[in-house]
C-alpha cells in the first residue's frame, strides 16, 4: 500500500516498531488508527464504529472517554504531578491505594509494591522469590516453575515465565533457572477416558515429577494466572489448584497469583482467587487496576515475605529496589477513582449479572460445527475452533481459521481477541446486556462467514 506523503500512517510506519506484530506486513499494511472512543465503542479512522470485545488488551474496564477520570487526573497533575517513593518519600494518593488494595486481598496481605506494568509487577515479584530465600538462608532454592501458554509479561524475566516459544526465540530467552509444566486445558488435552478429576490429578503428578526432577531444595516458586488469560481464556478443572497447591505446601514452593488479568471483578468474583480457589503468598495485579487509563501495577505481599525482606534491608542497608514512577502520584489517584467507582457499581453484582447473560448468549456458538468448547466465568470467556468437533481434529495452522474470524467478525462491528485458534472475549465490564447480544450477534455472524470462506 503506498500511503498518502506525510499521513499519520505514513508517519507511523516510518516512526514505530509496533509490539506483536508482523514487522514486514506493516511496512505494507500500516496502521490502524484508532480516533476515539466512547462506552464500550472505539472508532478507526475509516469511521468504523466497533464493540471492544476485549476492553483493548483486558483492561479498559470502564470503557472509554471518562470525563471523571481526566478531572481526577487534571487535579492531580495541578497539584503535584510527580513524585517518588524512594527514600521514605510518599503521597497521599498511593497510600490511599495501597490502603484500599490491602483491604480488598483475596487472603491476608501486609504490604503493597507498586510498579508501571503487570510485567514489572511479575518481575519484582520474581526478585523477592530470590530476595526471600536469601533471607531465610535456602540460596540453593531459586528455579521458578509457571506453565506452558501461560503469559505473565515481556521483561526479560517476566517472559522467561511466559511459556510461549514465539516470545523465547532468538531473545536468548528464558533465563536459565526457569521451567514450564503442563498447560491445564481439559478439553484439548485429557487422554481418552480421563475424567476432568483424573486430568487435573495428573497435572499435579507432572508439576511433582519435575519438582523432584529438578530437586526440591532448588524449587523456589510457582506463577499462575488463576484464569489462562494470553493462553486462550482457558480455565483449569475444578479440582486442579487444590491439587496443585498441595504439592507446592509439601515442597515448600512459594505461590505466586497472576492477577493482571482475573483482579477486579474480571472473573465474577473481586479476584480470580475467589473463583478458584488460590492462597497464593503473592498477588500481582494491573490493567483494570486503573481500567487501563494510568499505567501502574501493584504487588501484594504477605507478611512472610515481608518479614524476610526487613532481614535483608537489616543487611544490606536498604531494600534497595524500585521504579522512578512507582506509586505515581497521578496514576494512584486515578487507580483509586476506578476502585471507587466499581464500589458505586458494585462492579461484582454487575459482573455476575452480565456474565451470566454472556454464557447464556454463547449457546448459540456452543452447537456450531467449528466451536468446540466454549468456557469461562464472569466476563472473560474463551472458544475454542476446531475442523471436527466429534475427533476434537483442528485446523492446519495455514488456513489461519482464528485470524479469518477475527477479520469476519469486526467487518460485523465487533473486535474479539485471536490467539491461534481460540477466541477470546473480556469485553468492559461496564457491558451492558443488549451491547452483549451485539458483540455476540457480530461473533455469529463472523464464524459463520469464516465457515463458509474455509468451506
Ligand atoms: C496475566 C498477565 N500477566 C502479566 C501481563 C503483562 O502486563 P503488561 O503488559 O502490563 O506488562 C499480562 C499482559 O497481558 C497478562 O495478561
Known amino acids: 500500500m503506498t500511503f498518502l506523503p506525510n499521513s499519520p500512517h505514513a508517519r507511523d510506519v516510518a516512526s514505530i516498531v509496533h509490539s506483536q506484530t508482523n514487522l514486514r506486513k506493516h511496512l505494507e499494511a500500516g496502521p490502524t488508527i484508532i480516533t476515539g472512543g466512547d462506552g464500550v465503542y472505539v472508532t478507526d479512522d475509516d469511521g ?128 536459565e533457572p ?9 478439553y484439548l488435552e485429557h487422554e481418552d477416558g480421563e475424567s476432568e478429576e483424573a486430568f487435573a490429578a495428573r497435572m499435579a503428578a507432572s508439576l511433582e515429577a519435575l519438582i523432584l526432577e529438578e530437586g526440591p531444595e532448588t524449587v523456589a516458586a510457582f506463577f499462575a494466572e488463576p484464569i489462562m488469560g494470553a493462553g486462550g481464556g482457558v480455565v483449569p478443572p475444578a479440582t486442579y489448584y487444590a491439587k496443585v497447591q498441595a504439592v507446592l505446601e509439601k515442597y515448600e514452593v512459594l505461590f505466586i ?85 466499581y464500589q458505586e457499581m458494585d462492579v461484582v453484582a454487575r459482573v455476575k449479572r452480565v456474565g451470566d447473560h454472556l454464557s447464556r448468549r454463547l449457546d448459540g456458538l456452543r452447537g456450531h460445527p467449528l466451536i468446540g468448547h466454549v468456557d469461562g466465568r464472569g466476563l472473560l470467556w474463551g472458544l475454542q475452533v476446531v475442523r471436527d468437533r466429534a475427533t476434537r481434529a483442528l485446523f492446519d495452522p495455514a488456513v489461519a481459521i482464528g485470524q479469518t474470524i477475527g477479520d469476519r467478525t469486526r467487518e460485523h462491528g465487533a473486535i474479539v481477541r485471536i490467539i491461534g485458534d481460540r477466541i477470546v472475549l473480556a469485553p468492559p465490564l461496564v457491558i451492558t446486556e443488549d451491547e452483549i447480544d451485539a458483540l455476540v450477534g457480530a461473533l455469529e455472524k463472523g464464524v459463520d462467514a469464516a465457515g463458509r470462506q474455509v468451506a
Not at 497469583?257 to 468474583?269: L, Q, Y
Open 48 to 175: 468504523n464504529r466497533l464493540i471492544e470485545g476485549v476492553a483493548g488488551l483486558w483492561c479498559a474496564s470502564l470503557g472509554f472517554g471518562v470525563e471523571r477520570l481526566a478531572r481526577v487526573a487534571y487535579e492531580s497533575m495541578k497539584s503535584l504531578g510527580y513524585y517518588h517513593t524512594y527514600r521514605h518519600n510518599s503521597n497521599e494518593a498511593v497510600i490511599e491505594l495501597a490502603d484500599h488494595l490491602l483491604s480488598i486481598a483475596p487472603v491476608p496481605m501486609s504490604k503493597v509494591l507498586f510498579q508501571c506494568s503487570g510485567s514489572e509487577a511479575n518481575d519484582t515479584a520474581i526478585k523477592l522469590v530470590w530476595y526471600y530465600h536469601n533471607a531465610i538462608g535456602r540460596p540453593e532454592k531459586r528455579k521458578i516453575i509457571a506453565r506452558k501458554r501461560g503469559y505473565h509479561g515481556n521483561t526479560a524475566a517476566a517472559v522467561s515465565l511466559s511459556g510461549k516459544p514465539d516470545m523465547h526465540q532468538d531473545f536468548n530467552l528464558p533465563f
Open 178 to 186: 526457569f521451567r514450564h509444566t503442563e498447560f491445564p486445558y481439559y
Open 257 to 341: 497469583a497472576d492477577e493482571v488479568i482475573c483482579g477486579f471483578a474480571r472473573t465474577g468474583e473481586m479476584w480470580g482467587c475467589q473463583t478458584m480457589g488460590l492462597k497464593p503468598d503473592m498477588i500481582s495485579c494491573a490493567k483494570q487496576l486503573s481500567a487501563g487509563f494510568q499505567p501502574i501495577s501493584a504487588l501484594l505481599i504477605n507478611d512472610k515475605i515481608f518479614q524476610a525482606m526487613l532481614t535483608e534491608s537489616d543487611k544490606v542497608g536498604s531494600f534497595a529496589h524500585g521504579y522512578t514512577y512507582a506509586g505515581h502520584p497521578v496514576a494512584a489517584a486515578v487507580a483509586m477513582e476506578v476502585q471507587r467507582i
